[in-house]
């Protein structure tokens, strides 16, 4: 892993501000494993995706996660506290390994990848059939048939299928209101999560570089390539 610094950082930002969510997490990755590259990135499995999605985040962020949800019965504000460590699943299974058969068809499938849904992203009413016809071969008595035609059964179960052969493509975090004791579950999205703490980020470092850029007149550059420990120090100095 390519250790990046906050020159690299800071680029990637600004790159990422105008690209599609998932694009963003395909810039991140190439520039922090660079042995892959953007296009290889995104025929990743989502959960491998999110892997090293965690993985970078624990590297610039270090590994705990604070989080707020509110009990959708009672409202009670939650405050949540956990580690990436808590977040991590086995990986995913061998594509080799993804067959189903059932009612009477045997079905090939991969798991989705950001490829996938980046193609289907500007056509949400039909996302589910273009990501079957984009992911599964299906047959029936030996014959290639559509997988939109597969009944909802069959598909259903396919979905479950993949889900259990790429569990970290979608994380559930347990929870319990202490104030009414209901219990529920919801979805952590490390790549929104990781992409609003780079956002927060960036807009410190700028203002941080514009104040020591007025105080001191160094170059953005300059300030940039000093460690954070340095640059809070200077900060300090000029009372900011």
């Keep these: 892993m390519l250790a990046l610094n906050a020159t690299t950082l800071l680029t990637a ?21 660079p042995q892959k590259t953007v296009d290889e990135w995104t025929m990743v499995s989502m959960g491998e995706r999110d892997r090293y999605l965690l993985r970078l985040r624990e590297e ?5 996660l604070e989080a707020i949800a509110s009990c959708p019965k009672c409202g009670t504000r939650l405050e949540l506290t956990f580690r990436t460590n808590d ?17 009477g068809y045997e079905i090939d499938y991969r798991l989705p990848t950001s490829a996938d849904l980046l193609a ?22 030996g014959i290639a048939v559509p997988a939109t035609s597969l009944p909802d059964r069959v598909v259903k179960l396919l979905g479950e299928r993949m889900a259990q052969a ?13 104030a009414c004791s209901h219990h529920w579950s919801t979805i952590f999205d490390i790549l929104s999560y990781l992409w609003s703490e780079i956002e927060d980020w ?26 954070a420990t340095r640059r809070r ?6 009372g900011a």
């Design 202 to 227: 960036a807009q410190r470092i700028l203002h941080d570089v514009h104040l020591l850029a007025s105080a001191y007149g160094w170059s953005e550059r300059d300030i940039l390539a000093m460690s």
């Design 120 to 141: 289907v992203a500007d056509n949400p009413a039909q996302a589910r059939e273009l990501l079957l016809e984009r992911c599964v071969e299906a047959r029936s008595k």
């Design 60 to 64: 610039l962020f270090g590994p705990k």
């Design 13 to 33: 930002w600004e790159q990422g501000v105008s690209q599609h969510p998932l694009q963003r997490a395909m810039t991140l990755l190439a520039l922090a494993w």
């Design 87 to 103: 977040l991590q699943t086995q990986v995913a299974a061998d594509s080799e390994q993804l067959r189903v058969k059932s009612s």
């Design 233 to 238: 120090l200077y900060l300090d100095v000029v």
């Design 166 to 178: 790429d569990p970290q493509a979608e994380i559930q975090i347990a929870l319990e209101c202490p």
